[in-house]
């Protein structure tokens, strides 16, 4: 995290909340020695209701980790705090205002971000979201359409939703963020030269934050990773995810071995992109390109 500075306190995602508690459910019912299928079967419920409560698929009532938490013979104390954090992740967050008109995994991440304690992300071919301006966002949201047949009422909807997340960058104890882009995205138009001056020149300012490293890897540059755009989420009470976005929306890593990878390979492009200073010359010069 050189270079890069922030800390982050507890927030409470309903998301993350609602995963920290399958995990913790997962982990007392192979503490009590008992499968999927057993613990169906006990509580009369299907296998799938289960797998679904313990990888937070499905959110469960109050009465269902009481059940659960009484099958597995747990303590008062640690029902209690198993109930209390499922009111906690049955509360709404922002994001959920918006998602009918959102991929289901885009707003899982929107929930996650919430929580994170660090997020690093590499993107080859356009500004990230929580650099967009609205104009930009728009233009991206708009060429996307093309593909995946977003009506037209989801457009200004969902360029609302990426303006809603910037706000992560400017809150009390701010999301602390290590971007790396090619150089390539700030070429590719999307909109006019204006949509495109405005939002290097919005890059910059962004830049500068004290919570922001960004860093341009540069066209004649080694590209040590051929890999598409991906976002790499701590979390001081949840083990670390990485988000891959998809034509069609996204999906996400959590395997230990394969997060750790995507880590390695972060460092291995902001190893080879140009410094936070070095990338704002670079940015100042492409700007008067689109003049």
Do not use: C
């Not at 890069?4 to 507890?10: F, R």
């Not at 499922?86 to 289901?104: F, I, N, S, V």
């Not at 972060?266 to 704002?280: H, I, K, M, T, V």
């Amino acid at each position: 995290m050189e270079g890069v500075q922030g800390a982050v306190p507890e927030r409470g995602s309903p998301s993350v909340r609602r995963r920290r508690l399958g995990q913790e459910l997962r982990r007392l019912r192979e503490r009590a020695g008992l499968t999927g299928d057993q613990v169906a079967e006990s509580l009369k419920w299907s296998a799938s209701k289960v797998s679904r409560i313990e990888t937070a698929k499905t959110m469960p009532r109050r009465a269902d980790v009481q059940a659960l938490t009484e099958l597995y013979a747990v303590g008062e104390d640690k029902q209690r705090e198993l109930v209390d954090l499922q009111a906690d992740a049955a509360r709404k967050g922002w994001w959920e205002e918006y998602q009918d008109a959102l991929p289901e995994e885009y707003t899982t991440l929107l929930g996650l971000e919430e929580e994170a304690t660090f997020e690093r992300n590499w993107e080859p071919q356009i500004v990230p979201g929580l650099f967009q301006t609205p104009e930009y966002a728009e233009e991206v949201i708009r060429a996307a359409q093309v593909i995946s047949r977003i009506p037209p009422a989801d457009i200004r909807t969902r360029v609302e939703a990426r303006l809603a997340r910037q706000k992560l960058l400017t809150r009390d104890g701010p999301l602390t963020v290590w971007v790396v882009m090619d150089e390539s995205a700030l070429l590719r138009r999307f909109g006019g030269a204006t949509v495109m001056r405005e939002q290097i020149e919005r890059l910059i300012e962004v830049s500068r934050m004290p919570n922001v490293r960004l860093q341009i890897l540069p066209q004649e540059a080694f590209h040590p990773v051929n890999t598409g755009s991906f976002i790499h989420l701590e979390f001081s009470e949840f083990q670390d995810v990485v988000y891959l976005e998809t034509l069609l929306g996204g999906r996400w890593v959590e395997n230990r071995n394969e997060v750790f990878e995507y880590q390695m390979a972060f460092d291995n492009l902001r190893s080879e992109a140009l410094g936070p200073e070095a990338s704002r010359e670079l940015m100042q010069k492409i700007i008067a390109r689109w003049k």
